[in-house]
């Protein structure tokens, strides 16, 4: 048995990590590997430049393996920048706020006709911060003109060499300041043991901040640099038992290991879940690129995932975290979005571009995940589209494929500890 075969119960879930491999390695992940490929997919939209908001003494890292590609203006395609996506939900959020505006404006008229300009000003103030409580994440500014196209598939998440001070600080950063912690002070946040001590919720933010970070070391210990075999050959990208080992063994990670790779689990179970949640959300999404034979097959195949997906019996339920309507409770639940909005802050202060590039990525798409699990909608993974569906619940394009290329990385990661199992046989 080698340490990274892990058995029984994801914790907290009632789902077999066994029943996971399976459903991840054969179903899933295949079918994701393809569909990452296409346009409305590859392209994501974000500001690589913002500055960090809460230190300023790092530099950006000069690695020639944390740079990122960024697409010049020709290289997206026309119709993936004027997003069908985005362009309906500007309409139907407008229309949105003009009802909002005018039930404001009776409700103003009817409290007050004299009320000043800075009153009304306020009272839309309000209403802007009530739409943006159910946002896990602080989005990039739509309106910067840092905002830059990507191309993932040219731009792969991989060791980069960046480590040392500056990944360190972002890490204790998450975890000792946004991660909750149990009452004695802990280095890195909670070990297995003192998580029994936590509430379910606080867990459940542990765990997924921690299956993160599982995932994107066993992307660099998969994807590892190594060396040429001859003097003038190239070097080589591959799997990296020995790295691997060194993170992952519980002789050489205090014990650790082992739990830290089930957590990758558990953010999986989350992720699988916000999407057969919002499936028939998704289902009726464009995925416009322009190209209709390429956004019909997209839509099929998007279709066919969501159906595997919304078979599996065994999901993460979401009902049993923040489950009374107490004051206490409702204080746990916005503490968690803005410890979460916070890690999504954070991210903005990786020194490593590409680094950056994937972390910003991965925390929005776990962010929208959770958007779709807790932001009170009430969309039952069985239910149809309704005709006022789209005005409640909206997902901007980057969501999208944000959240699908989030869940893409945490179903690799699943299938390379399958391979680093093979390895070590
Ligand atoms: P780190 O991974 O830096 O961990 C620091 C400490 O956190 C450990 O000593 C341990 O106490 C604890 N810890 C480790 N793993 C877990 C876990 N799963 N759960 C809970 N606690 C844990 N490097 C790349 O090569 N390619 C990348 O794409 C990449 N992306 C990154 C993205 C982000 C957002 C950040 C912050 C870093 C990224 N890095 C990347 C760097 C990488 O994650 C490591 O920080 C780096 O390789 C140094 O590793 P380390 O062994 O010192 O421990």
Known sequence: GCFCKLQGEVDDCSCKVESLDSLNNNQIYPRLKSLLTRNFFRYF?????????????????????????????????????????????????????????????????????????????????????????????????????????????????????????????????????NCFKPSEKLHYGPDQDNLSNMCLEKRAFYRMISGLHTSINIHLCDQYLHPSDSAFGPPKWGPNIKEFRQRFDPETSDGQGPQRLKNLYFAYLVELRALAKAAPYLLQAEYYTGNSAQDEDVRNAVKDLLQIIRSFPDHFDESKLFQDHSLETLKLKMEFRDHFRNISRIMDCVGCDKCRLWGKLQVLGMGTALKILFSGNSMDPGSTVSADFKADFQLTRTEIVALFNAFGRLSSSIHSLENFRKLMR
């Open 45 to 177: 939209k974000v500001n690589l430049q913002k500055p960090c908001p809460f230190w300023t003494d790092d530099s950006r890292c000069a690695l020639k393996d944390c740079h990122v590609n960024v697409c010049s203006e020709d290289q997206v395609p026309i119709d993936v920048k004027q997003n069908k996506q985005d362009i309906e939900n500007k309409y139907s959020k407008e229309a949105q706020q003009d009802g909002h505006t005018c039930q404001e404006e009776r409700e103003l008229s009817a409290l007050d006709t004299t009320l000043s300009e800075s009153s009304k000003q306020a009272f839309k103030d309000w209403k802007d911060y009530d739409d943006s409580l159910d946002m896990f994440c602080e989005m990039d500014d739509e309106h910067s003109a840092d905002l830059q196209y990507v191309d993932l598939l040219l731009n792969p998440e991989r060791y980069t060499g960046y480590k040392g001070m500056s990944p360190h600080r972002i890490w204790r950063s998450v975890y000792e300041e």
